[in-house]
């Protein structure tokens, strides 16, 4: 591991004055939160800050359900929101998108916030052995296309990087317009998720629109008509502790047997988590016939570019709409 400092800030304000920056690559200065996915990329000298500023016991933790929608704290853990009986209650695709993340023991200590900038999982990116990685190393070139590309995304990729974002978190919130609060030295922001993460163009070490020393500080999910009845459909090489090849995360509002407004996000096929609104706009009206259903999730595939291994995503992430659709449409 490589040499750095630890600094352990007593409050928020004493964190936020240092320039650190999380969800760019070549920062000296970083955040480490639960640590879950920082420690890792410290251990195999994928990251190599000189210093890291603990964000342990400064950041909000509490779980708020109102009349407004779900406040969640960027240090509430990942296994308390996916256990709160009013998440699971009112916005099971988020509870569901974190049961079917990671291990009990990660989700015990990684935090919302951490969730949210976790990196990608795009195995030369997390191996210092491949020198070809424009998002570690920039300008080195991509080892992915060309290479073992199974895992990586078919939407919103460039010539430089096809990584794809690896938070289950982040897709079900995405289908529900969730926001993130940004708080930094010089004050609060909100951002909505989506516009959050960048695309990789021609700067994939870049991945959010964090200035350096911001923080998330919390994510507000909006009240919804149509998030009591959502689902999250994962689908993976195995049945834990594995990330998602491909997923969905869906939200009806139904009217009798007809949509009236559906929201969608898919996650493992884009470089960012992938709102779907054309799929969205071709079901609002109609009912969860199959033929109806796969005709619109066809929409989903237009503008996807497979790279060889990763081909099969296209045809998996309209069977992942269509399955995840009949089930929250069941849903009472
Ligand atoms: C074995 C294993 C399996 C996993 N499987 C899945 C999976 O299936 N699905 C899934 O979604 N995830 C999975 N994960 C990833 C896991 O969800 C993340 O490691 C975890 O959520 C990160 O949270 P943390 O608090 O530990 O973040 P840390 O590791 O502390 O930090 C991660 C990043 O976030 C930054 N950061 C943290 N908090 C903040 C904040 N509030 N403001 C600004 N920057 C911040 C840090 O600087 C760092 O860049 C898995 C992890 C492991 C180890
Ligand atoms: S896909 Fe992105 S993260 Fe993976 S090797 Fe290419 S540039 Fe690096």
Redesign the pocket.
Same mark, same amino acid.
């Given at each position: 591991m490589h040499p750095f400092t630890l600094e352990r800030p007593r409050d928020l304000s004493a964190a936020l004055a240092f320039p650190a920056h #999380?969800?760019r690559h070549d920062a000296p200065t970083?955040?480490?939160? &639960? @640590?879950?996915?920082?420690?890792?990329l410290l251990q195999e000298h994928v990251r190599r800050p000189e210093r890291l500023v603990s964000?342990a016991g400064l950041?909000d933790n509490s779980i708020d359900v109102g009349p407004q929608g779900l406040r969640l704290g960027?240090a509430a853990t990942?296994a308390d929101v996916a256990a709160h009986p009013a998440v699971i209650e009112q916005f099971p695709v988020i509870s569901q998108a974190l049961l079917? #993340?990671?291990?009990p023991q990660?989700r015990n200590?990684?935090?919302m &916030? @951490?969730?949210l900038?976790?990196?990608t999982r795009c195995p030369y990116f997390r191996d210092v052995g491949y020198s070809a990685c424009n998002k570690r190393a920039p300008g080195s070139g991509c080892a992915a296309i060309g290479g073992e590309n199974r895992w990586h995304a078919v939407l919103g990729t460039s010539e430089n990087c096809i990584a794809a974002n690896?938070?289950?978190?982040a897709v079900a919130l995405v289908a529900l317009d969730a926001t993130v609060e940004v708080r930094g030295a010089s004050g609060q922001r909100t951002v909505p998720l989506i516009d959050f993460y960048r695309l990789p163009d021609a700067t994939p070490q870049i991945e959010t629109v964090?200035e350096p020393g911001?923080?998330?500080?919390a994510i507000a999910v909006p009240a919804n008509a149509a998030a009591r009845r959502s689902h999250y459909l994962k689908v993976r090489d195995r049945a834990s502790?594995?990330?998602?090849v491909v997923s969905a995360a869906v939200a009806l509002e139904m009217d009798g047997a007809r949509i009236r407004q559906a929201r969608i996000a898919l996650g493992g096929v884009g470089t960012k988590p992938w709102r779907v609104p054309r799929v969205e706009a071709a079901l609002a009206g109609t009912t969860l016939d199959p033929t109806t259903l796969r005709r619109a999730a066809a929409v989903a595939a237009e503008g996807a570019q497979g790279r060889g291994h990763n081909d099969f995503k296209i045809e998996l992430m309209q069977r992942a709409i269509v399955r995840a659709v009949e089930i929250a449409g069941a849903r009472a």
């Open positions: #999380s969800g970083e955040y480490i939160a &639960g @640590g879950t996915d920082m420690v890792q964000l950041l960027a990942m079917n #993340s990671a291990s990660v200590q990684a935090t &916030g @951490g969730n900038l976790q990196r690896a938070s289950d978190l964090l911001e923080v998330i500080a502790f594995e990330f998602a």
